[in-house]
Each structure stands twice: as C-alpha cells, then as structure tokens.
Nanobody, 128 residues
C-alpha cells in the first residue's frame, strides 16, 4: 500500500483560501487515482476531488468551481487549492489513493471505504 502524508490544514474566515498538500510514497499507477475526501462533524466521508494519472479531474457537486485538484508527478504530491471557502467546508480532509473506478463512483454515492490507502487527515475550519 502507498503511504500518504498530508500537510497541516488551517483556519480561515469565510471567503478565504487554503491549499492542502499530500505526498505519496510512490508514483500513481495507471488505473489508479488520487483524491481528497472530507468528513464534516456528524456526517459520513464524501469525495471532494479526484484526479488520475492523466490529470483528468472530477469534483463533488458542492465544489461549484471553487476548488482545484492537481498532481505533481516528479514529487508524487497531490494538491487541493480551495478558494471562496464557506463555513460548510469545515471538515477533516483526507488524501486517498486507490482504483479510479471505485473512487469516481463515490461521487455518485458508492461506498469507497476500504478500497484505497488514506492519509491521517487534516482539519480545515472556516469561520463566518
């Protein structure tokens, strides 16, 4: 399994921006994706953004163009640039690596838990 280490999250006011990063222990294989999920208090973990080895990206409906996922191949680092943050974005954010089909299906409600590797999570807090 791949090891994933996330950067520290942070606290911002509504309308602010944050960038998360996640470094993987190895490169992304064809057919595998990396992604960001989040779990808000009292809610299940949901997909935020997913990217494959060809830089094809998919986003959760709630992103609404505010977030951008990217991947730096030479350092095996995944990024999530988050702009126009709102209090509803407050959550623990997790980096994951796993099979693309199952990960992308999670955007439609498929339970992706158990299919990939996960980072330890990093807290993002957005105040009004």
């Amino acid at each position: 399994q791949v090891q994933l280490v996330e950067s520290a999250g942070g606290s911002v006011q509504s309308g602010g921006s944050l960038t998360l990063s996640c470094t993987a222990s190895r490169y992304m294989l064809s057919g595998y994706c990396m992604g960001w999920f989040r779990r808000a208090p009292g809610k299940r973990r949901v997909a935020v953004a997913i990217i494959d080895a060809y830089d094809t990206a998919n986003y959760g409906d709630f992103v609404l163009g505010r977030f951008t996922i990217s991947h730096e191949t030479n350092t095996n680092t995944l990024y999530l640039q988050m702009n126009n943050l709102i209090p509803e974005d407050t959550a623990m954010y997790y980096c994951t690596a796993g099979p693309c089909q199952e990960m992308r299906s999670s955007l439609s409600g498929f339970n992706y838990e158990g299919y990939g590797s996960w980072g330890q999570g990093t807290q993002v807090s957005v105040s009004p």
